[in-house]
């Protein structure tokens, strides 16, 4: 897994499959920054209004990637 990667959660994790976004940093030794780009952080958004809730920081173990960066 490295920077520009698209990745969801692992199916393993029920209700957060769906969840598609990219790497944007690393966090420590097992932990990723990522930019979430779905309807669910979309709508944090638009309830909120604090565009922060678009990135969290996650387990690397729980992420899976689909697409990786150039």
Do not use: H, P, Y
């Not at 097992?30 to 979430?36: A, F, G, L, P, T």
């Not at 944090?44 to 697409?67: H, K, M, Q, W, Y």
């Amino acid at each position: 897994m490295k920077i520009g990667d698209l990745v969801t959660f692992d199916e393993a994790l029920t209700g957060l499959a769906d969840r598609l976004g990219i790497v944007i940093g690393f966090n420590g030794a097992s932990c990723v920054d990522v930019r979430w780009m779905d309807r669910q952080a979309a709508r944090a958004v638009e309830i909120t209004g604090d565009t922060r809730n678009e990135t969290s920081t996650e387990l690397a173990v729980f992420l899976e990637v689909v697409s990786e960066g150039r």
